[in-house]
C-alpha cells in the first residue's frame, strides 16, 4: 500500500498544484491580486538559502510551492488507499493543507495567523486549498479505486449498522463470480 500510495499521491498532488495555480491565476486576472512569493520565503528560510526584499526567484518558489502540493498528495493517497475517499475525506485534508501552510508560514516567520489576515484574503486562500485539496482528492481516489476497496471500506461491509456503499464495488470476474 504504501509504494502505491506514494507514486498515486505524487501525481494526485501535482494534478492539485497545477490546478489550484491555474485558477489563482485565473481570480488574479479578475482580481488584480499579485502573486504571493510567500512559499520561495518559506523556502529560504527552511534551507538557509539567501533572501532578498520583494519579488523572490520564481524557481525557488515554485519548487515550495509544487515540491508542497507534491508531497501532501501522499498524505491525501494515503487516506484514498486507507478507504478514506470521496468528498468528506477531501474536505478534511483541505484543513490538512491549510494546516501545513500555517504551520511552516508561522514556524518561519514568514506568515502571520490566519484570524489576522483580512476577511477576503482569508476567504481567497481557504478557497485556493479546497481546489487543491478535492483535486488531488479526486486523482488519488481514482487511482485508488482501480486497487479496489479499502481496509475501511472492507470493514464498513463486514459491520451490522455501516453503511455499505462507501466506495467502488467488489470486483466480479467475467463470469459474474
Known sequence: MIGRALWQGLVAGTAGGVVMTLGEKAEQAVTGRPGSHVPARVLQRLTGLPERPGRQPAPVNWAMHYGQAALLGVLRSLMAQAGLRGPVASAK??????????????????????????????????????????????????????????PGQRHARVRPGRHADVGPLPRRSAHGR
Open 93 to 150: 485534508f483541505t484543513v490538512v493543507r491549510l494546516t501545513n501552510d500555517q504551520i511552516l508560514e508561522n514556524a518561519t516567520g514568514v506568515g502571520a495567523p490566519p484570524a489576522t489576515w483580512p476577511r477576503r484574503e482569508l476567504v481567497v486562500d481557504v478557497l485556493h486549498k479546497a481546489v487543491y485539496a478535492f483535486v488531488t482528492g479526486a486523482v488519488a481516489d481514482a487511482l485508488a479505486d482501480r486497487d479496489g476497496p479499502g
